[in-house]
């Protein structure tokens, strides 16, 4: 059953710790993101990966870090210095780096990551 | 940098009422085009999408959308909505030969009153 994991649903942590939030897909995709979303804000793109061991900055980056070192794992760390890290976090994948591809993003379920 | 509008955050409406929701981006080379849907408590989920062809999309659940490109608009529409349809809605632009990012509105959430 292909499709994209988010572990966990929940997330509780308190000020200061980083945490590291799993993202995995075996749908053998090429590319994948990060997204945040707050109420009222859509989604905002944290960081994507368009290649293994290759990952560029999004529009909020700040606070946040990645690696990408298997096909199928995108993790993303929350550090201490994100000001207002508790939100929705999706993660996203799609089938290929190339614009000329399908570029249709497939969504995981979500973390819902609390910081207090 | 693209921009996605979306206008009226905030939808209420009856069953059997018409749906129209707007979707306005500043871009002005080839794009590609989508409607996300994520009900209560479910993925984010795709309704539709336009690469190219005829401008009129049909989606699932009885969702079409039409490309104007001399509007730049991608507006989403559904005759006749059912509670089933309460969710929140997103319009996704992606640029072609750009970096390959979707670019998100703000969404719409939308409640259909049995």
């Known amino acids: 059953d292909g499709g994209i994991t988010q572990s966990p649903k929940y997330l509780f942590r308190k000020e200061g710790q980083n945490v590291t939030l799993s993202c995995e897909q075996n749908?053998?995709?090429?590319?994948m993101y990060w997204y945040r979303q707050d109420p009222g804000q859509g989604l905002r793109l944290i960081y994507y990966?368009?290649?293994?061991?290759?990952?560029q900055k999004g529009d909020i980056a700040e606070g946040y870090s990645v690696s990408r070192e298997k096909k199928e794992s995108f993790p993303l760390t929350v550090t201490s210095a994100q000001k207002n890290p508790t939100a929705f976090y999706l993660c996203?994948?799609?089938?290929?780096?190339?614009?000329?591809?399908?570029?249709?993003?497939?969504f995981g379920p979500g973390t819902r990551l609390t910081v207090t | 940098a693209q921009s996605v509008s979306q206008h009226n955050h905030h939808v209420i409406l009856s069953e059997a009422a018409s749906l129209e929701l707007g979707c306005n981006y500043s871009?002005?080379?080839?794009?590609?085009l989508f409607w996300y849907v994520q009900y209560p408590g479910q993925h984010l989920q795709l309704l539709l999408k336009?690469?190219?062809?005829?401008?009129l999309v049909k989606g699932i659940k009885g969702f079409e959308a039409e490309f104007i490109k001399s509007k730049f608009s991608f507006n989403l529409r559904k005759p006749s909505v059912q509670w089933s349809d309460t969710a929140e809605y997103f319009c996704?632009?992606?640029?072609?030969?750009?970096?390959?990012?979707?670019?998100f509105g703000k969404g719409n959430q939308v409640v259909v009153i049995p």
């Open positions: 996203a994948s799609s089938i290929g780096r190339e614009a000329t591809l399908s570029y249709e993003q497939y």
């Open positions: 749908l053998n995709h090429d590319a």
């Open positions: 990966s368009q290649i293994v061991n290759d990952f």
């Open positions: 871009y002005g080379g080839t794009v590609n």
């Open positions: 336009y690469f190219s062809g005829d401008p």
């Open positions: 996704a632009v992606n640029a072609l030969y750009g970096n390959n990012r979707l670019a």
